[in-house]
């Protein structure tokens, strides 16, 4: 049988989490991978996913419905070519997570969330309790429908691939819910997930001017995404779509700087897989130092700006 990964897209670009999940795909080892790419006016996106190394047919859905990614809708599409296919791989983002459990529920098939690991074509690993465990799950479901945890798998190569286009009928809305309208945040910034450099505060930074002055100036060193913990979002220092952890993102960039942050499990949780973590903590108690790499017991209000100095 054949992978079916749904690519996140906008549209124009397909987004770095689709080339993760391909490569999921092909772990499945269950024959060709396809990717979906349901969209209105997406042809550039469909000739980008056809470039993905790995992948053999990209099915272009386009109608004026998929304009907006309505869940309903995204999962229409993906529900009408489902049963050609022995695994749906979505990755595990805002998106992803929103369209799969409606997938999987019209499917009457258990949903495998946030996998991590492929074992075999059946069998599949997943993080349970913020990380400090790993769930082996069998699946007996003829059609297995998967998020992926992006962080655990490398991005397929998104140029050198040559796979087919073949156009499907696009579906019509389902008339369950509309666009409203979207407030994007919009940054100079890499985005964190797809960072390789992260910087990131915690409550010790004592308000959202104080962030802005400290944190700032380190992350345009390093031209690096900034991410929070969960306490400075909650006190407002810094706005929601920075916060990493288990109930934020989940990151895995080549280096992350934890800069004020005890490192509780659930922060833990959305970073550990860092490649170098470095933490600046002028508690030496403090379990960040548990999962650093590299650890200065220092205060950041001094250390961050003689790092910005010195870089
Ligand atoms: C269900 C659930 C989900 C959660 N999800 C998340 C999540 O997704 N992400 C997340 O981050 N948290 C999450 N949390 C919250 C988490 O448990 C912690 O409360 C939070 O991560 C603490 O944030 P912090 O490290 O910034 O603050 P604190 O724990 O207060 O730590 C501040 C640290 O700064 C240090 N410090 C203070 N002053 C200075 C200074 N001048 N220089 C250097 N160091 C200094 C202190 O020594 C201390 O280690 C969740 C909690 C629950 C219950």
Redesign the pocket.
């Known amino acids: 049988m054949t992978v079916l990964v749904i690519a996140e897209h906008d549209h124009a670009t397909v987004k770095p989490a689709t080339l993760n999940t391909v490569t999921a795909g092909i772990a499945c080892q269950s024959g060709d991978v396809h990717v979906l790419v349901a969209g209105a006016n997406a042809a550039e996106a469909a000739a980008a996913a056809a470039k993905i190394v790995g992948v053999a047919k990209v099915i272009a859905a386009d109608s004026p419905s998929l304009a907006e990614n309505l869940a309903e809708n995204v999962a229409a599409q993906v529900l009408a070519i489902a049963k050609n296919y022995s695994h749906i791989l979505f990755p595990a983002t805002a998106n992803g997570k929103n369209v799969a459990p409606r997938v999987a529920a019209k499917l009457d098939v258990a949903q495998i969330s946030d996998v991590t690991k492929v074992d075999s074509p059946d069998t599949f690993e997943r993080p349970i309790y913020?990380g400090n465990a790993i769930a082996i799950v069998q699946s007996s479901d003829a059609i297995k429908v998967i998020t992926v945890r992006t962080t655990g798998f490398d991005p397929a190569a998104a140029t050198g691939g040559s796979a087919t286009v073949e156009n499907a009928e696009g579906v019509a809305d389902s008339g369950k819910s509309s666009f409203v309208g979207r407030e994007v945040t919009k940054s100079e910034r890499p985005e964190l997930t797809a960072a390789k450099i992260i910087v990131s505060?915690?409550?010790?930074l004592?308000s959202a001017e104080k962030f802005t002055e400290v944190m700032a100036p380190l992350a345009d060193k390093l031209n690096a995404g900034l991410g929070?913990?969960?306490?400075?979002?909650d006190a407002g220092y810094a706005p929601n779509d920075w916060?990493?952890?288990?109930?934020?993102k989940i990151v895995a960039p080549q280096l992350y700087i934890?800069?004020?942050?005890?490192?509780?499990?659930?922060?833990l949780?959305?970073m550990k897989d860092s490649k170098v973590i470095v933490a600046?903590?002028?508690?030496p108690e403090?379990?960040?130092f548990s999962v650093a790499d590299y650890g200065l017991e220092?205060?950041?209000?001094t250390?961050v700006p003689e790092l910005v100095k010195a870089l």
């Open positions: 913020a505060g915690g409550r010790a004592g929070a913990s969960r306490a400075a979002v916060q990493v952890g288990q109930t934020g934890a800069c004020g942050i005890s490192g509780a499990i659930q922060h949780a959305g600046i903590n002028k508690d403090a379990p960040i220092a205060d950041l209000f250390a």
